[in-house]
């Protein structure tokens, strides 16, 4: 079932400006994960975030989680024709052999 | 050198027909995932496997039934396939510890397309 829910569902922006997108969950979690995946192919891992941790950087990243209100966002800065996929959000559990995962934000960067 | 490879990448077949897609991984890791992607692109967990063991079966059709013959392979067998059936699968696999860590590696993907 999907527990995270990402939004907005589509965010177009053009080239250098930058991206954040949403993601919210309704149970405890370990941590949460951010993925992007571009059009044809599969998933691949951008970042992960503990729940004991509040702010996460990779690059051009930023990753945020706030427990207290179940939600993530995922800032991308001077954003780049090459980020435009999907992104998405999956949240690991304790005991919990699956990530459970977001509908996905579709992000498109116009040059 | 491929860590996650999956076959076909395409696959185009009739209603009513038996097929597998097959699944590989040459990282060690111990879980093996398969995935649905659908038109809308929503991302459903169909089966996990765990040391060979299953571990996780989602509610998907008896039609579909996954094999691990060993910790490296996880196949997904599909008996007589229906329209609803078209959709991106993905195999991943992933070192979970217990703790819901691990970050999952994904497979290409292999559209399947009945018609």
């Known amino acids: 079932s999907q527990q995270g829910e990402e939004d907005p569902q589509a965010l177009s922006i053009q080239e250098g400006e930058n991206a954040t997108m949403n993601c919210s969950y309704k149970t405890s979690i370990n941590n949460l994960q951010w993925y992007r995946q571009n059009s044809g192919r599969g998933l691949v891992h951008l970042i992960l975030?503990?729940?004991n941790e509040r702010e996460k950087h990779s690059g051009r990243l930023r990753v945020t989680l706030d427990t207290s209100k179940k939600s993530s966002s995922l800032l991308i800065t001077a954003s780049r024709a090459a980020d435009t996929a999907s992104y998405f959000c999956?949240?690991?559990?304790?005991?919990?052999?699956?990530?459970?995962w977001g509908a996905g934000t579709k992000l498109i960067i116009k040059p | 050198d491929t860590a996650v490879s999956q076959t076909p990448k395409y696959l185009v077949t009739q209603m009513g027909n038996d097929k597998s897609i097959k699944c590989e991984q040459n990282?060690?890791?111990?879980?093996m995932y398969w995935y649905k992607q659908d038109s809308k692109k929503f991302l459903k967990i169909m089966f996990s496997y765990n040391n060979k063991e299953l571990i996780i079966n989602e509610t998907v059709p008896n039609r579909f039934s996954p094999k691990s013959p060993d910790k490296a392979h996880l196949n997904l067998h599909i008996n007589s396939l229906e329209l609803g059936d078209s959709a991106v699968y993905f195999c991943a696999s992933s070192h979970l510890t217990g703790q819901g860590e691990g970050e999952a590696f994904f497979g290409q993907g292999t559209r399947l397309t009945v018609v």
């Open positions: 999956a949240t690991g559990r304790v005991s919990n052999y699956q990530l459970i």
């Open positions: 990282l060690g890791h111990d879980t």
């Open positions: 975030i503990r729940s």
